[in-house]
């Protein structure tokens, strides 16, 4: 089993998340009073998505989207990496949230 490695250090990714908070923030300028603090909570969710979903993605180019496993002596086979299922439902998610 390959260890795992990160791409970006925690304060590379720090800095793409305000950067991301930074672009939302500015497009929801345009929303009434009411509906921005709902608005608020989603582009922080989805800023947080945007750079798990840039990672994940160079993760996969990196490692791969299968990874061979064995279950006992007689057992294996190939399944889907963990970084491409997590890449495929944060994208998912991630979508919803721009929408």
Aim: proline residues 1%; glycine residues 4%; without cysteine.
């Amino acid at each position: 089993m390959v260890e795992f490695s990160h791409i970006y250090t925690k304060d590379e990714r720090q800095q793409m998340l305000d950067e991301k908070r930074k672009e939302f923030t500015a497009i929801l300028t345009k929303i009434p009073g009411k509906k921005k603090k709902a608005a608020r909570a989603i582009a922080a969710q989805a800023a947080f998505l945007a750079v798990a979903v840039r990672e994940l993605d160079e993760i996969v180019m990196r490692d791969g989207y299968v990874e061979e496993y064995q279950n006992g002596e007689n057992q294996r086979g190939t399944k889907k990496t963990v970084a491409a299922d997590l890449l495929d439902r944060y994208t998912k998610t991630y979508t919803t949230a721009i929408r």
